[in-house]
């Protein structure tokens, strides 16, 4: 899919509602634990060569760290992926992840909307202790300088529990554009979903999976309450996804699918259930399921490593690595469905971007 970088705030939602494959951007360094700029650039390219119509930056799989005042590496990057990103002929919605405590939050958000970033993904982590309302005054704080994407995070990697009451007002601050549903739990995820359908925002709001061991039923299933007397169905349109930083253009493609599936109402049930399947036994190798998602940034990068696309699995924090038996998993998927990656097409262009 193709888009053009959205010039107001009602082509935003219209790009976000018509559903887009969107990474979350990962972070290159060099042995040194340097920024590499030739690869962070490359993959960059990549994304918006696979057809991703919007790139998150600056977001758990950019490594957090990245705020650090001795690695002081937050601006460089979104300024790098800006950058590359508008040199497209058809530049992505650029989203910068927002954190921290209001003060740190709005600076981000002004640093984002200075550098052109059309959206914040808005996380709460720093916020466990909050109240309802003081989490709705702080997202209300910084949607007044950015466009705001809501982030319900699991709470296994840092997020808190998020309840229906707080999504429901949320979704009803003026300036929020979309939710990225990913607390890893359907029934929280049902929460965001009953709490938009209630906020009379449906229409406004955008929703995206981030729950990256449900991606495909997600994407696939029409949710439908009764409100008021009448039934409003949603639909989770695209995904703002970690397991999209790796075979993006194999995603895209799906999601494509998805589309003309849910536009002719024409399913093929076992196929995508299977489908979906495979695409979450692939992405409990690459998170590292099975160690609490220790190994989650490690393994995105492993596979972006096998393709050439990173030269190392290098992070921030030095004790962070592959755990035991991961590589093992990620070679037994990687053989098991070589359909849901994108390898050739990586192949084909990888010196290109990395020139």
């Known amino acids: 899919m193709t888009t053009s970088s959205p010039q107001s705030l009602t082509d935003l939602r219209r790009l976000l509602r018509s559903g887009l494959v969107i990474p979350a951007h990962p972070l290159a360094l060099t042995s040194e634990r340097k920024l590499d700029e030739r690869r962070q650039r490359a993959l960059t390219r990549y994304y918006v060569a696979a057809g991703a119509g919007g790139i998150a930056v600056g977001v758990h799989t950019t490594q957090f760290a990245i ?24 530049p992505p919605v650029l989203i910068a992840g927002v954190c921290g405590a209001t003060a740190q939050a709005l600076q981000e958000a002004r640093l984002a909307a200075s550098l052109g970033y059309h959206a914040g993904l808005l996380s709460l982590a720093a916020l466990q202790d909050a109240t309802v309302d003081e989490l709705i005054a702080h997202a209300r704080e910084v949607a007044q300088v950015l466009p705001v994407v809501g982030f319900y995070l699991q709470p296994a990697v840092g997020g808190r529990l998020l309840g229906y009451e707080f999504w429901r007002r949320f979704a009803q601050i003026e ?51 009764p409100v008021n007397g009448r039934s409003v169905s949603l639909r989770i349109t695209g995904g703002l996804l970690g397991q999209w930083a790796v075979w993006t253009h194999r ?57 050439g696309l990173l030269e190392n699995l290098i992070t921030l924090d030095p004790d962070e690595h592959l755990s035991p038996g991961q590589l093992q998993q990620i070679d037994r998927i990687c053989h098991a469905y070589p359909h849901l990656t994108d390898d050739t097409f990586v192949q084909a262009h990888r010196d290109k971007w990395l020139a």
């Open 67 to 90: 705020r650090k005042p001795e690695i002081g590496l937050l601006q460089p990057v979104l300024e790098l992926a800006a950058e590359t990103a508008r040199q497209s002929p058809h």
């Open 251 to 307: 995603a895209v493609e799906l999601l494509e699918q998805i589309k003309a599936c849910v536009t002719h109402e024409d399913f093929h049930v076992q196929k995508w259930l299977t489908l979906g399947a495979q695409l979450t036994d692939a992405n409990s190798s690459i998170f590292d399921a099975a160690n609490s998602f220790h190994g989650c940034i490690p393994g995105i990068h492993e596979i972006l490593r096998r393709q």
């Open 175 to 225: 300036n929020v554009v979309a939710i990225k549903i990913a607390p890893f739990n359907r029934y929280q995820t049902l929460d965001v979903l009953h709490a938009v359908a209630d906020s009379g925002r449906e229409a406004d709001v955008a929703l995206y999976t981030g729950n990256d061991d449900n991606i495909i039923p997600d994407l696939l299933t029409r949710f439908e309450f």
